[in-house]
């Protein structure tokens, strides 16, 4: 069989090497405009270093990368089949009598294969590392300043108005909480800021804090407990972990406690759907690269080609991220809105493939 023979190997070597040329590319830009990013936001701010910056942006970076993936496989997917264009390889290898089925088998045996490991290894190390950047940028910047995209989420307590910069996927407890308290005219009374905050027994449980009160010094505490109103389901709801935080092996979970907490899970169904669907989605890239790519030998006109592929990539994602909105909505199923996207591409690519090489 081609998959296990020397040419199987060699062009799943190629396949690879494209596609983590491109990742690699694309971690360093993604890395130094976050850190660009983060730099701007530390100008005014005294003692933060720059280890502390990117770090930040280095912990970020992977769950960027991980929504960029399909577009990853695009485009290494077209390097790679242009540079055996290019070479001739591929004429060499239809003289042989090899079909193009034949040679792509193992570009989309490796699609798979990294879908898989994406899914149940890439997700959880992404969301981890981004869970602890939000930590890191709660406790650099603390509530003086909040990234753009993330403007950090409010509720109101009883007599106090809680803000926090990020929450802890794995026990609940909030990062970069600001506590304002007030009195009953509405006056304000003191301010508590503090690395994180979990509520239990009807009380935030606060660790390394500091109290602002108008006109006195400020107070440091190792830990104190701030009275709250509010219940656990009230506060899940208000705060409720982004789906795209939740690692691929604590969704069933997540999805069971929304649900048994009477909340909305839609998100995290679809969330898990779209992991699941992910090597699918990888193999209709390969197969929309192969069907821009493989005659570019043979009919030239390189930038018509990246045009092509460009624009079917997009295209894609334009239908994906409509889809996940429907699904997010409860208007389609969770799994017909993450399956349906990655399937239609699947069978255009297999479609015109079948037509442009066999007639």
Same mark, same amino acid.
Not at 234 to 240: E, G, P, S
């Given at each position: 069989m081609i998959l296990t023979s020397t040419l199987g190997r060699y062009l799943s070597k190629r396949f690879l090497i494209a596609v983590v040329g491109v990742l690699a590319f694309l971690f360093v830009m993604v890395f130094l405009l976050d850190f660009a990013d983060t730099t701007r936001r530390a100008g005014d701010l005294p003692r933060v270093s720059i280890g502390s910056i990117a770090s930040i942006s280095a912990l970020r970076t992977p769950s960027v990368i991980e929504q960029t993936l399909p577009f990853v496989f695009l485009f290494g997917a077209i390097i790679c089949f242009v540079n055996l264009s290019l070479r001739l390889e591929l004429v060499v290898m239809r003289a042989a009598g090899l079909s193009v089925w034949q040679f792509l088998a193992p570009p989309l045996v490796c699609a798979i294969a990294l879908g898989i490991l994406f899914a149940i290894g890439f997700n959880?190390? $992404?969301a981890a590392m981004k869970?602890? $950047?939000d930590v890191l940028d709660a406790r650099v910047f603390g509530s003086r300043q909040v990234r753009d995209d993330d403007k950090g989420r409010w509720i109101r307590d009883g007599q106090a108005v809680i803000h926090t910069l990020a929450e802890n996927s794995d026990d609940g407890s909030l990062s970069g909480i600001t506590i304002y308290a007030l009195d009953a005219d509405g006056r304000f009374v003191r301010r508590l800021e503090a690395d994180t905050a979990k509520l239990d027994n009807g009380a935030w449980h606060l660790s390394k804090v500091q109290e602002f009160i108008p006109n006195q010094?400020?107070?440091p505490y190792e830990t104190i407990d701030f009275p709250s109103n509010l219940t656990k389901k009230q506060v899940d709801q208000k705060?409720?972990?982004?789906a795209d935080s939740v690692s691929f092996w604590r969704l069933p979970a997540a999805i069971a406690q929304q649900g048994a907490a009477g909340l909305e899970a839609n998100d995290y169904r679809l969330q898990y759907q779209t992991l699941l669907a992910r090597p699918m989605?990888?193999?209709a890239m390969v197969l929309i690269a192969a069907t821009v790519s493989l005659r570019f030998a043979r009919l030239g006109g390189i930038g018509m080609m990246i045009l092509s592929g460009?624009?079917?990539g997009f295209l894609l994602y334009v239908v994906t991220k409509m889809a996940k909105d429907l699904g997010i909505a409860g208007l389609v199923a969770p799994a017909i809105a993450a399956w349906t996207p990655a399937a239609i591409a699947a069978l255009?690519?297999?479609t015109v493939l079948l037509n442009q090489e066999d007639g």
């Amino acid at each position: 069989m081609i998959l296990t023979s020397t040419l199987g190997r060699y062009l799943s070597k190629r396949f690879l090497i494209a596609v983590v040329g491109v990742l690699a590319f694309l971690f360093v830009m993604v890395f130094l405009l976050d850190f660009a990013d983060t730099t701007r936001r530390a100008g005014d701010l005294p003692r933060v270093s720059i280890g502390s910056i990117a770090s930040i942006s280095a912990l970020r970076t992977p769950s960027v990368i991980e929504q960029t993936l399909p577009f990853v496989f695009l485009f290494g997917a077209i390097i790679c089949f242009v540079n055996l264009s290019l070479r001739l390889e591929l004429v060499v290898m239809r003289a042989a009598g090899l079909s193009v089925w034949q040679f792509l088998a193992p570009p989309l045996v490796c699609a798979i294969a990294l879908g898989i490991l994406f899914a149940i290894g890439f997700n959880p190390l $992404s969301a981890a590392m981004k869970s602890r $950047s939000d930590v890191l940028d709660a406790r650099v910047f603390g509530s003086r300043q909040v990234r753009d995209d993330d403007k950090g989420r409010w509720i109101r307590d009883g007599q106090a108005v809680i803000h926090t910069l990020a929450e802890n996927s794995d026990d609940g407890s909030l990062s970069g909480i600001t506590i304002y308290a007030l009195d009953a005219d509405g006056r304000f009374v003191r301010r508590l800021e503090a690395d994180t905050a979990k509520l239990d027994n009807g009380a935030w449980h606060l660790s390394k804090v500091q109290e602002f009160i108008p006109n006195q010094p400020v107070k440091p505490y190792e830990t104190i407990d701030f009275p709250s109103n509010l219940t656990k389901k009230q506060v899940d709801q208000k705060f409720a972990v982004s789906a795209d935080s939740v690692s691929f092996w604590r969704l069933p979970a997540a999805i069971a406690q929304q649900g048994a907490a009477g909340l909305e899970a839609n998100d995290y169904r679809l969330q898990y759907q779209t992991l699941l669907a992910r090597p699918m989605l990888l193999v209709a890239m390969v197969l929309i690269a192969a069907t821009v790519s493989l005659r570019f030998a043979r009919l030239g006109g390189i930038g018509m080609m990246i045009l092509s592929g460009i624009g079917a990539g997009f295209l894609l994602y334009v239908v994906t991220k409509m889809a996940k909105d429907l699904g997010i909505a409860g208007l389609v199923a969770p799994a017909i809105a993450a399956w349906t996207p990655a399937a239609i591409a699947a069978l255009i690519g297999f479609t015109v493939l079948l037509n442009q090489e066999d007639g």
